[in-house]
């Protein structure tokens, strides 16, 4: 086994974790070292290694050859997490009880983005706590692994549909979905291709700079009433999006935020 250590900031970790993992990783570890994060990721052999230092240039890439047992890493580097008031997140080789109280959503780590982890899927986990009411219709727009379609779900959404440009990461929503007993309903694309009005609420989890661009097909999917809930965006972005709505509650968490908004 060999790995690769990178160094980055840590708003980009998810993003450069994904990258990873379509590479082929057999494992990451990450932990906080002098205000970066630090990315240690387990491959069986060196053929990437030479494409895996130019495509990750900036963020100090080294290689060594390494020992260590990386599926074992893997499942420890994901203990089941408890996020708000209800959910708990389990990777599918834990056998972990949900708390009392709390419902258990089963996610495959690391194969897509939105693990659960990341400050901003936190947040708008939280916000779909607040937001989903029984029955609802749910858009998850760059859905990735899945993850907030499947808690919507949970929480008692009557349909979530998950969309993202990306073949890969719809293979692993679904994969998810199915791990949780749940019925796929996933399509390649972006807002564009949603009806006016289709969503009770419309979550979209992505890059503040992806989400001013998409705005109008996010608004315009959305009914009048219904909930937007936008997140992927640090703190420093998140002015932009308060001048366009003013009336937006938000939060944040470790430099990023979540807005959830109504659309009138």
């Not at 590479?23 to 895996?52: C, H, P, Q, V, Y």
């Not at 907030?148 to 994969?175: K, M, S, V």
């Amino acid at each position: 086994m060999f790995s690769l250590r990178l160094q980055c900031p840590r708003r980009e970790a998810e993003f450069v974790c994904a990258e990873l993992w379509e590479f082929g990783t057999a494992a990451i570890s990450e932990w906080e070292e002098n205000e970066k994060t630090i990315l240690l990721a387990g491959f069986e052999d060196e053929r990437s290694r030479d494409l895996l230092f130019v495509r990750f240039a900036d963020y100090s890439p080294s290689w060594r050859e390494d020992n260590t047992d990386w599926l074992d890493a893997a499942e420890k580097a994901w203990p089941p997490r408890t996020v708000g008031e209800k959910l708990f997140l389990a990777a599918p080789w834990r056998d972990d009880r949900a708390p009392p109280g709390r419902i258990r959503i089963i996610h495959n780590p690391g194969l897509a983005s939105g693990t659960g982890e990341h400050p901003c899927t936190q947040l708008v986990l939280e916000a779909l706590e607040r937001s989903v009411t029984p029955g609802a219709t749910v858009l998850d727009v760059g859905t990735g692994s899945g993850v907030l379609a499947i808690a919507a779900l949970q929480l008692g959404a009557g349909f979530a549909l998950g969309i993202d440009p990306d073949i890969n990461a719809l293979q692993t929503a679904r994969e998810n979905l199915q791990l949780n007993g749940l019925t796929p309903a996933l399509a390649a694309g972006s807002a564009d291709c949603i009806a006016d009005g289709w969503a009770d609420i419309t979550v979209a989890n992505i890059s503040g700079t992806v989400l001013l661009s998409i705005l109008d097909d996010l608004l315009r999917a959305t009914r009048l009433g219904g909930h937007l809930i936008l997140s992927g965006f640090i703190n420093d972005e998140a002015p932009a999006f308060l001048r366009l709505f003013p009336d937006a509650e938000q939060t944040t968490r470790e430099g990023w935020s979540c807005l959830e908004t109504k659309v009138h």
